[in-house]
Every structure is written in C-alpha cells, then in structure tokens.
C-alpha cells in the first residue's frame, strides 16, 4: 500500500506554503457549509488544513459521496491544474481551515518551488495509480468492484480509523456500483466480521486500508481462479 | 473530452527535452521487442519519440493490453515518480525510438523546469481524471464497463485512428471486464454498427475517442433512469 496523501512529505510542504505567510488566504468553513459547488470555476487550489471535507457529486436526483479529504491534503486539485469546472460539491464535513490560493497566487507559488511541483506529481502518480488498480478491480466481481469502492472513497485517511456515517457509506457504494443497498450491506457485515471494518454508533471506520485492498484482490483472483 | 498526453503542450516539452542535447539517451527498439518487464526497478524516465509501444499486464497465465502509447507520450511514468517496480510489460509494437533518462539526469532535469514540471502535473491530473469516471461507470453496467475499457485503453491515440489487432482488443476487454468473449465481440459489432469503432483486416480502429465516451455515458444513464 502506498502512502496516502496526508504523508509526512505533504504536511512539510504545508508548512513551506504556511512559511510564505499566506494565512490571509485561510478560511474558516463550519461543519454542513458548502465550499464549492458542482459546475464551479476551479479559481483557488485548496489545502485541508483542520477539519474535514468530504466531495459528493450529483447525478440526476442522486447525491453520492466521492471522498473524503483529510487535513494535510489538497482538493480539487485536478480541476485547478486542468482549469475544468469541479465535478462534485466540496463540503466541510467538520469545522474546518481550508487555504484557499486564487489562481494566480498559487501558479507563482508552484513554479517558483519545483520541488513542492515534484511532490506534486508524486502525489497526482500515486492517485493514478490507484484508480488504474481500483479500475482493474472493478471489472472483476460484485465483491471486487464493492471493494475498491469502499477503498477508493475512504482512503483520503490512509490507513486512517475516522468514522464515517453509515447511511453515508451505503449511499455511496450504490452510487459508485449500483448493486441492491441489501448486497452492499451483507458486503459490510462481512468486512466487519473480517475485522477490516469497524462499527460505532451510526459510523463504520476503516480498520485497514491495506487489508481491504488485499481483500478485494483475494475476490478477483477468487473469481478469476476459484 | 480532454486533450491528450500527445497534445501540442507536451510535444513542444519533448523539443525542451531534445534541445539539452540528451540524444546519447535515445534508444531503437525493433517491433516485439522488450523495453522494460514487469517487476523492473523503475531506473528511467520513458518518452516515446517515434512509433508505438504497447503496455501490457501479465497475471496468473493471462497477458492482456493494458494501453497503447502513442508518439510524443511517457510511459512508465507513474513507477519512476513513485520508485515502484513497473506493473506492466512494456514492448515496441512497432520499430520505436525511446528517450531513456536515467533517474539522476530526469529528476535534476524536471527540478531545473518548473513549467514541464507543471505540464506533467497537468497530464497526471488528466489521467487521473479519466480514471475516476471510467471506474464510475466501470461500477454500473456492462457496457458501460466494456465502453470504459476500450476508452482507456485506446485514448493512449487520443482521437488515435491506429488501429490495433482485433484479437489483442478482445483480450484487453477480457482481462479488464472478466465478461465472455462472445459478448465482447457483440459489443464491439454494436459499436462498429454505431460508426464508433472500425475494421480493417484484423484490427480494429476507434473512430471517435469521445463518441465512444458519450456512448459509455449512455449505456450508464440507461442502466439509471431507462
């Protein structure tokens, strides 16, 4: 499993952004506040300093949760470098500090620093690289295809153990695979019975990033040799 | 649809690259011959000067294409960023001619080029981009899994008219989607009736990267709402 994006090298080069004394670009979002909207202009590159945020996008009537970003991390990051409206909604699922860069601040502040850009690439390769297997996944099985979803929108964590609401993760599988909400469920109980997800209240937390992946492969081999 | 990695912004960086004098780095690679092996340690910044060159992934006793890169275009990217051993095979489908950075001489070269640094940046998020939605719709039905397929692994072409063996397409869209044989070469007869994908003797050629995209979209929104 690779290091996610709240890796020790990213929260350095926050605090290299912190140093050029930017804070006038902080903004403080209360938990449920909308940051940017679905069809938006990407003008500013945000970094998650405190809180959380989680991304969902809209299709038709259907409101799906994509990820959830964790302090340390950039987001909307793509659509910025592309200069491609947002695709989903970014929210602060907490209290939140974003820094919030408008477009030309944050391209001087990029070439003037290669090798914040080259941490960059790294961080865009290792995302790429996920989706590429998490694709590969999904072409596989029910189970396999469940799994990687699972994986790709809690992994914003790393190995990270946050609660997320339950209604939510349910939401957002059948958003990502369209299978039955009682599969999705019985595909749950297991992974708790596994151990790879745990349950507190109304919230499931992730256990094990790595164990959950090396689980949805086990299903696509199952499928492919079993 | 996006611009490729062989757009004019990336061409005009390999004419950077070829003005610091790096032709002692070119390498000829004869048709079916092996530029890198999957497990190899990611020594080398690979571009893709002249011809073609496949990217394939072996598992178990299965090979399937996983990509074609076109002229103009990096592959193995991904691995040298991350120093991870490649994950695929990587073979000259046509006589090519290979730009081989070695690590020291890529990575003091992308440090001293910022802009090509943003550049590649740009290009990762455009493929990371591209991923996110082919492993949407992966998640929904599977034509829209099997359209999603083709897309990635032909957009290497951008609007690419090449066209790649017949049999070489049916496996790729095997080893992605685990369907039948039968309903993958349906499929395919469906999208070459669509004027989506033609035939020249054995091969098949994609007559429009972002037709066969909305064509993906479709069969999702159908699966949705039909």
């Known amino acids: 499993m690779e290091k996610g994006a709240d890796s020790p090298g990213f929260l350095q080069s926050r605090k290299q952004f912190r140093r050029v004394k930017l804070s006038d670009y902080e903004r403080q979002y209360s938990a449920a506040s909308v940051i940017y909207r679905q069809g938006d202009s990407p003008d500013s590159l945000y970094l998650l300093e405190k809180g959380r945020v989680t991304l969902a996008k809209t ?24 200069g491609a409206p947002h695709e989903d909604e970014a929210t602060a699922a907490l209290d939140s500090v974003v820094l919030e860069l408008p477009r030309h601040l944050a391209e001087s502040y990029l070439l003037s620093n290669p090798k914040f850009l080259y941490e960059l690439c790294e961080y865009l390769a290792r995302k790429s690289r996920s989706l590429d297997k998490a694709f590969f996944l999904a072409g596989r099985s029910e189970g396999a295809r469940l799994a990687a979803a699972l994986w790709l929108t809690l992994q914003g964590g790393g190995n990270g153990q946050f609660p997320v609401n339950t209604e939510e993760v349910l939401q957002s599988l059948f958003g990502a695979t369209g299978l039955p909400l009682g599969k999705i469920a019985d595909f749950l109980a297991e992974l708790e019975r596994l151990e790879i997800v745990g349950r507190s209240e ?25």
Chains 1, 2 share one sequence.
Not at 59 to 65: A, M, T, Y
Not at 66 to 76: L, R
């Open 202 to 226: 109304h919230s499931l937390f992730l256990k094990s990033a790595e164990k959950l992946f090396r689980y949805a492969e086990y299903l696509e081999d199952k499928e492919h040799f079993g």
């Open 59 to 82: 299709r038709g009537d259907k409101r799906s949760l994509q990820k959830i970003v964790t302090e340390g991390s950039f987001f909307g990051l793509e659509e910025f470098l592309l």
